[in-house]
């Protein structure tokens, strides 16, 4: 009935949250990173976070790359600015679209399945047959994952730059009108090199938020199928809004004057 005694156990449970994903971290980067290695993990967790995340993302950024020309060409012709279309959209792409939208849509597909599959292993004691044959679940299943995620990322990223300013390419040239080539060279002169490494900075950044997430709701899912189904929300949830909470502390960051 007290109001304040809900606020006050909301509180205490968000700090003590917050108290077991710090030590989990810990563990993830003091055991899971730390030697030995098991590169046949790596290369099947690239293989699921990067590969197959590949569809979804050029998808999302070649359509998103479109309607940000769209958007941008409407807007810019109040002002007779319609040159600048090409140039704000490379910009955009590079800079925040690309590596957020993909962090978001990996968030969804990757982090969810990490937690799933975890949470499996969590509920059916298959983390606990692991110890007993010497392996420990934080080198052979978080470490993996946590790589797999940091490099995997910035190439998709990459690619989904591409594919997102070529979107905005063919919306440009065969909606809009503009010339293939002055749009081309617009878009060549006016992006920098910074441009396109900052995003790769946000993009490892992301990968290791949504392999931590999906590992660290893994790792506490309890209560069988019901209890996996909501690490799976949890992980989808949280690593979306640790995304966007860390794009703005990278702007902020890499873009200070």
């Given at each position: 009935?007290?109001?304040?005694?809900?606020?006050?156990?909301?509180?205490?449970?968000?700090?003590?949250?917050?108290?077991?994903?710090?030590?989990?971290?810990?563990?993830?980067?003091?055991?899971?990173?730390?030697?030995?290695?098991?590169?046949?993990?790596?290369?099947?967790?690239?293989?699921?976070?990067?590969?197959?995340?590949?569809?979804?993302?050029?998808?999302?950024?070649?359509?998103?790359?479109?309607?940000?020309?769209?958007?941008?060409?409407?807007?810019?012709?109040?002002?007779?600015?319609?040159?600048?279309?090409?140039?704000?959209?490379?910009?955009?792409?590079?800079?925040?679209?690309?590596?957020?939208?993909?962090?978001?849509?990996?968030?969804?597909?990757?982090?969810?399945?990490?937690?799933?599959?975890?949470?499996?292993?969590?509920?059916?004691?298959?983390?606990?047959?692991?110890?007993?044959?010497?392996?420990?679940?934080?080198?052979?299943?978080?470490?993996?994952?946590?790589?797999?995620?940091?490099?995997?990322?910035?190439?998709?990223?990459?690619?989904?730059?591409?594919?997102?300013?070529?979107?905005?390419?063919?919306?440009?040239?065969?909606?809009?009108?503009?010339?293939?080539?002055?749009?081309l060279a617009n878009t060549v002169n006016f992006l920098k090199l910074e441009d396109v490494t900052s995003g790769l900075i946000k993009a490892a950044v992301f990968g290791f938020i949504i392999a931590l997430m999906g590992?660290?709701?893994?790792?506490?899912?309890?209560?069988?199928?019901?209890?996996?189904?909501?690490?799976?929300?949890?992980?989808?949830?949280?690593?979306?809004?640790?995304?966007?909470?860390?794009?703005?502390?990278?702007?902020?960051?890499?873009?200070?004057?």
């Open positions: 009935m007290n109001p304040l005694a809900h606020i006050g156990r909301a509180v205490l449970h968000l700090l003590a949250e917050i108290g077991r994903l710090a030590l989990f971290l810990r563990d993830a980067l003091v055991i899971g990173l730390l030697p030995r290695y098991y590169p046949r993990q790596l290369l099947v967790q690239m293989l699921r976070m990067g590969y197959h995340s590949l569809p979804v993302i050029g998808l999302t950024a070649f359509f998103t790359g479109g309607v940000l020309a769209l958007q941008i060409y409407i807007g810019s012709s109040r002002f007779n600015a319609e040159n600048l279309v090409s140039s704000i959209v490379a910009l955009g792409i590079a800079r925040e679209l690309g590596p957020v939208l993909a962090g978001l849509m990996m968030a969804g597909r990757v982090s969810a399945a990490i937690a799933a599959e975890i949470g499996t292993m969590k509920v059916t004691e298959q983390l606990d047959a692991l110890r007993t044959l010497a392996t420990h679940p934080m080198k052979y299943l978080v470490g993996p994952r946590l790589l797999a995620g940091v490099i995997t990322l910035p190439l998709l990223v990459l690619v989904a730059d591409i594919i997102g300013i070529m979107g905005g390419f063919v919306v440009g040239t065969q909606k809009l009108g503009f010339n293939a080539g002055s749009y590992c660290y709701h893994g790792f506490h899912s309890r209560g069988g199928a019901q209890g996996v189904g909501r690490a799976t929300t949890n992980a989808v949830v949280s690593a979306s809004i640790l995304i966007l909470a860390a794009n703005y502390v990278l702007t902020a960051t890499l873009f200070a004057d």
